[in-house]
């Protein structure tokens, strides 16, 4: 068994996510549907999250490169999406997150972003992670679902060999057959011996591909997954949150409504602090 041993807390401007650390929300839409959809959504959550004590960090992607169909929704680019994420930051005074699918966007990203986030598609794409790492930003590395726990120490020392000490890793489950997920909470503490650990509780109720042109989900089990992975020691929650779930644009089976937030970051935060 490899030996564990706990990681520097990672520093986002004035919030630090790690050992010692308190409870950190990553949340936001999907992707941005509009510069005022995003501006609202961004004041919504950080309300809620401010009432809760839980600092934010505020996500949205400007382009969602990995969708299933062609023909689906992949937001505004890279030009008008970072610019509204700006105007998020300027607004709102929460730190952004968005993903990056190019090594190309890495460098103008990070002029804007303070957390650059790789999908769990592409967390072995050595050139994407490099770049990443070498704008000096934070870096979130989702956990492929391809991926073992310990496989993604490969991927944080990419990130920091290329000039990034701040690095976060995200569970988000792990494929299961065909078109199913399933966490596994031992790879929690696991990846903790790396970097601290966000968990990502809406992707982690998907279907990948089970509505046809688009992943199905079970929304429902969200707090269930919230709640456990925190008591398995999670750092972070990663949510994506809509205000009119139905209509989003992007994962409209798995968001969780803007207005069932409040309570389950009311739950999270007990079972964190009765995890000491």
Request: net charge neutral.
């Amino acid at each position: 068994m490899n030996q564990q041993h706990s990681p520097q807390p990672v520093r986002i401007r004035d919030i630090q996510i790690g050992p010692g650390c308190g409870l950190v929300l990553l949340a936001g839409p999907c992707v941005i549907e509009s510069r005022e959809h995003t501006l609202r959504m961004a004041e919504g959550i950080r309300r809620i999250a401010s009432a809760a004590g839980v600092p934010l960090i505020f996500k949205a992607s400007y382009d969602k490169a990995n969708r299933s169909s062609a023909a689906s929704f992949r937001g505004p680019g890279l030009e008008e999406g970072l610019a509204i994420l700006a105007e998020v930051k300027r607004e709102t005074g929460v730190p952004v997150v968005s993903d990056i699918h190019e090594a190309a966007h890495a460098r103008p990203a990070g002029e804007v972003l303070d957390v650059l986030q790789i999908p769990a598609f592409l967390c072995r794409q050595t050139d994407l992670l490099t770049a990443a790492g070498q704008t000096g930003r934070a870096v979130n590395v989702k956990k492929g679902q391809f991926m073992s726990p310990e496989e993604m120490r490969l991927a944080v020392e990419k990130v920091r060999a290329a000039g990034s000490p701040n690095v976060l890793l995200t569970e988000r489950g792990t494929f299961f057959g065909y078109g199913r997920l399933v966490n596994d909470m031992t790879a929690i503490p696991r990846m903790s011996a790396y970097a601290p650990v966000v968990f990502d509780a809406t992707h982690s109720c998907q279907l990948p591909g089970q509505a046809g042109t688009q992943s199905g989900g079970q929304p429902e089990m969200v707090p269930t997954l919230a709640k456990a992975a925190i008591a398995a020691g999670a750092h972070a929650l990663f949510l994506e949150v809509h205000d009119d779930p139905p209509r989003a644009k992007s994962d409209s089976a798995t968001v969780w409504p803007l207005d069932q937030l409040a309570g389950l970051l009311e739950g999270c935060v007990k079972v964190f602090a009765a995890r000491g």
